[in-house]
């Protein structure tokens, strides 16, 4: 089981930017992800999460999206109207579904991706 990030890079404030998480070796229809963020000093902290719905966290609703491709195998971040506190490490976590379909503690997830960096300039 392995997930790979990538879309990171520098955005202007305002901007935006489309994270993408691709599965290798499971299927992610099975799996419940969750995009997690963590700035320099601060604690990682649970962005969005797709399972049989989606969510995202109040920092970030209504700016950022999270969808799946079950064809591709992958699911996307797109991030709008970014913001310089958007600015941190993303990474993009996968674990198995259960009954608990919103799941933001970065412990609910086994498996991780080493992390992609978005960078937003005022």
């Known amino acids: 089981v392995k997930v790979v990030e990538s879309g990171g890079g520098l955005a202007q404030a305002g901007g935006s930017l489309r994270l993408s998480c691709t599965a290798s070796?499971?299927?992610?229809?099975?799996?419940?992800i969750g995009w997690f963020r963590q700035a320099p000093g601060k604690e990682r902290e649970g962005v969005s999460c797709?399972?049989?719905?989606?969510y995202s966290s109040d920092s970030v609703k209504g700016r950022f999206t999270i969808s799946r491709d079950n064809a591709k195998n992958t699911v996307y971040l797109q991030m709008n109207s970014l913001k310089p506190e958007d600015t941190a490490v993303y990474y993009c976590?996968?674990?198995?579904?259960?009954?608990?379909?919103?799941?933001?503690?970065?412990?609910?997830?086994?498996?991780w991706g080493q992390g992609t960096q978005v960078s937003v300039s005022s």
């Open positions: 976590a996968a674990d198995p579904l259960s009954s608990v379909l919103v799941r933001t503690a970065a412990r609910e997830y086994e498996y």
């Open positions: 797709i399972s049989n719905s989606a």
């Open positions: 070796g499971f299927t992610l229809t099975y799996y419940t």
